[in-house]
């Protein structure tokens, strides 16, 4: 397909991806300490560090999954559909817990099965979080027609 859809700006990412972040360690922090047993500055610490990979991780696979998307159906990201949605925030939380699992054992001591279940818990809270949030966030901020 010939059609290049326009992409969000690197302001618009930016401010994309800042609200996403903080907006998940208010909403998944208390739930996280109150769960694994982790102390609050501990975990704090925590998910502020895999937050941090996530927020470049965020920047590097939306840009991609749009350009993708864009290429392959001609349609901007903010008129992506539900299922699509959902394709998508389970892509950034698999290869998110990647990376985050080895950093949740290292940084508790947990062993790996207990990290796992930690980190799957994450993923899922994360998954539900960034459905709603770019749904919301692409109502709030569409993408300009090209004119």
């Known amino acids: 397909m010939s059609h290049k859809p326009k992409l969000r700006s690197l302001p618009d990412r930016i401010r994309q991806i800042a609200l996403f972040e903080v ?8 739930p996280f300490v109150w769960l694994s047993g982790v102390p609050l500055t501990d975990s704090l610490g925590l998910l502020a560090i895999i937050a941090a990979i996530a927020a470049l991780w965020n920047a590097a696979y939306n840009t991609g999954f ?3 998307e ?3 159906t ?7 559909p539900a299922l699509l949605r959902v394709v998508h925030a389970l892509g950034f939380e698999t290869g998110l817990l990647l990376v985050s699992l ?6 508790t001591g947990m062993g790996w099965l207990e990290a796992l279940i930690a980190d799957i818990g994450l993923a899922l809270s994360y998954v539900a979080y960034a459905y709603v949030f770019n749904l919301i966030y692409d109502r709030f901020f569409p993408i300009a027609d090209e004119s």
């Open 23 to 30: 907006g998940g360690l208010l909403l998944i922090t208390p």
């Open 66 to 68: 749009d350009w993708i």
């Open 70 to 72: 864009g290429r392959l």
């Open 74 to 80: 001609g349609r901007t990201a903010d008129r992506r």
């Open 102 to 107: 080895p950093i949740i054992m290292a940084w």
